[in-house]
């Protein structure tokens, strides 16, 4: 079952389903950070909406550890969006292919 909330660092995002987000946005999700939300289109197959939440939190990410101001820096000539999303969207769905393929080491990383 997806959480209705996970914390980021110190900030908190509520998980929420988007009636027609794709066809409203263009994209499956999105993440805002200053409202604290993920939003998922609620028409998703169950495995694209796995990977589509881990996709947004990914962004959350990003903007937690200040990596977007990076890769403003590394590429002027690109719009900011543009990269980040070539940098998650590759990772994306290989990190939820590791989880998924090694329940042992999910275990291992949650060990408190």
Do not use: W
């Not at 959480?3 to 409203?24: C, F, N, S």
């Not at 403003?72 to 900011?80: C, F, L, M, Q, S």
């Amino acid at each position: 079952m997806r959480p209705k909330q996970v914390r980021v660092g110190h900030v908190k995002y509520d998980i929420q389903t988007e009636p027609g987000l794709t066809a409203i946005t263009g994209t499956s999700g999105t993440c805002g950070q200053d409202v604290q939300r993920v939003l998922i289109d609620d028409q998703l197959g169950k495995d694209q909406e796995r990977e589509t939440v881990l996709h947004e939190l990914m962004h959350a990410i990003f903007y937690a550890t200040g990596t977007h101001h990076y890769l403003e820096a590394i590429e002027k000539d690109t719009d900011y969006k543009e990269l980040e999303e070539k940098v998650i969207q590759p990772v994306s769905a290989r990190v939820l292919e590791l989880l998924r393929d090694n329940p042992k080491l999910v275990a291992y990383l949650l060990e408190g």
